[in-house]
């Protein structure tokens, strides 16, 4: 018996769901070997498609509704649907198990994430909570695939796994688009004709973080004081690697990261920002296009 644990569609392949050429894929993995720009019109369309890919996500059905009808709202109601269907699950197994907050937990996923502070504070659900009491119910939504968290390392140092805080962490969606679900129809169009004032910060990270874990990686995060904030590290090659993920347009100022790769005992070589900027190295920071975050392996 062999298990294989299946995730939403990645942006690679919802790519290729909306006829982006073999030849384009390839070109993309080139640049992205040889740290070269990306042709500005190519780089435009592409970061269009992020963002449509932002509001549809991954789910087939989600997919299949904006590759036949192009209409957002039509998108909404399969993914409303996809919703439903996952609490009326838990409501079976909250019946079972009293202690399991399935339901409160995943309706706050997307308010916890818009947080400056995106660490999942249990107590929003019940002053009284004990993360001790209801760490069932995180654990319950991992192993289900509907939710992925990402846990708080003490320092950033192989093995990550060594330090890692099993109750501290950021809580994300497991797809990109059941996230958008939760957002009127309006926020979403504003969202894709890339309006600055729509928070899309949360969007650009819990897509990176679906992105990764589906490629393969286990994540986590790194703050320190004095120090800083990394919003995910990496194991790559037998080395800690820093990701940063930038929204705005001033995705070259980063203080933590500089922080955290200045210091000599972490061993930090090489650091990967992902961003709407095209791609380009600084020292020993690779700035890349966010739709490229899937030829991270």
């Not at 790519?15 to 050429?21: E, H, K, L, R, Y």
């Not at 990496?234 to 995705?251: A, N, T």
């Not at 190295?281 to 739709?291: D, K």
Request: contains cysteine; hydrophobic residues 40%.
């Amino acid at each position: 018996l062999t298990i294989l644990r299946m995730y939403p569609m990645d942006f690679e392949e919802f790519m290729v769901a909306n006829n982006v050429s073999d030849t384009t894929l390839n070109m993309l993995k080139e640049k992205f070997e040889t740290y070269s720009p990306v042709d500005e019109f190519i780089h435009q369309k592409l970061l269009y498609l992020f963002f449509v890919y932002l509001i549809v996500g991954g789910m087939p059905d989600a997919v299949k509704t904006y590759i036949e009808t192009k209409d957002i709202r039509e998108v909404d109601k399969a993914q409303r649907d996809i919703v439903t269907l996952y609490k009326e699950d838990f409501s079976q197994y909250e019946l079972e198990d009293k202690k399991l907050k399935l339901k409160s937990i995943y309706d706050i996923i997307p308010a916890e994430l818009n947080k400056q502070n995106k660490r999942f504070v249990f107590t929003v659900l019940d002053k009284e909570l004990k993360f001790d009491r209801y760490e069932n119910s995180f654990l319950w939504l991992k192993d289900a695939g509907v939710a992925l968290p990402v846990y708080s390392v003490d320092a950033p140092v192989i093995p990550l796994m060594v330090s890692k805080s099993t109750n501290v962490f950021r809580l994300f969606s497991n797809d990109i688009g059941l996230l958008a679900s939760a957002y009127p129809a309006e926020t979403k169009i504003e969202l894709i004709n890339k309006n600055g004032e729509v928070n899309n910060g949360a969007h650009f990270e819990n897509a990176v973080a679906q992105q990764l874990k589906a490629n393969g990686f286990e994540l986590y995060f790194c703050k320190k004081k004095n120090v800083g904030e990394l919003d995910f590290v990496i194991e790559m090659g037998g080395k800690v690697v820093p990701i940063e993920v930038k929204s705005g347009k001033s995705y070259k100022s980063h203080k933590s990261l500089d922080n955290f790769m200045s210091v000599p005992e972490y061993h930090m070589e090489k650091a990967y920002v992902f961003s709407v900027g095209n791609v380009e190295t600084e020292g020993a920071v690779v700035y890349l296009p966010i739709y490229m975050c899937y030829l991270l392996r």
